[in-house]
């Protein structure tokens, strides 16, 4: 591509709107990213790895806003690298809990069912004095 304000403006308009959609792929995002930067640096367009990665950091959905606050609020600097570190890492933790959450769906919880409640199975009998068993409804 050559170096006109055209191409220029064009690359930085890929950037700023290269967007995760919710629920797509993290890594197909970052590798986007990625692929548009050295795009950006043929055609001699600089930014501070700070820019880069707030504009990473504000590519990602409302869902991520816990995780953006944290990596916003927890360092001290920021730089591309370590928001792609973090999120990668984020990503396969995020993975894990899902995997994990899913393996326990498939439980049921068996209990007495309704129509057994005036049953008088599993109650304990008492002798009356006249030789017939009164039920002992725990009353």
């Known amino acids: 591509m050559s170096k006109t304000l055209t191409n220029k403006l064009h690359m930085k308009q890929h950037l700023y709107a290269h967007r995760l959609e919710e629920g797509a792929s993290v890594h ?14 043929a055609m001699e ?4 790895k700070e820019d880069l990665g707030l504009i990473l950091l504000y ?6 806003s816990t995780f ?5 609020y927890s360092r001290e600097s ?14 396969k933790m995020k993975h894990l809990v899902v ?5 326990g769906e498939g439980l049921i919880v ?6 057994n409640a005036n049953d008088d199975r599993g109650r304990t009998q008492e002798r ?12």
Request: net charge negative; proline share 6%; hydrophobic share 25%.
């Open 28 to 41: 197909e995002h970052l590798t986007v990213f990625k692929e548009i930067l050295p795009n950006l640096e």
């Open 45 to 48: 367009v600089q930014y501070d």
């Open 59 to 64: 590519s990602l959905p409302p869902s991520y």
């Open 68 to 72: 953006r606050d944290m990596i916003l």
């Open 78 to 91: 920021l730089t591309v690298n370590k928001v792609y570190d973090s999120l990668t890492s984020y990503d």
């Open 99 to 103: 995997k994990t959450d899913s393996q």
């Open 110 to 115: 068996s209990g007495r069912q309704d129509q």
């Open 128 to 139: 009356n004095p006249r030789g017939k068993y009164n039920v002992d409804r725990g009353l």
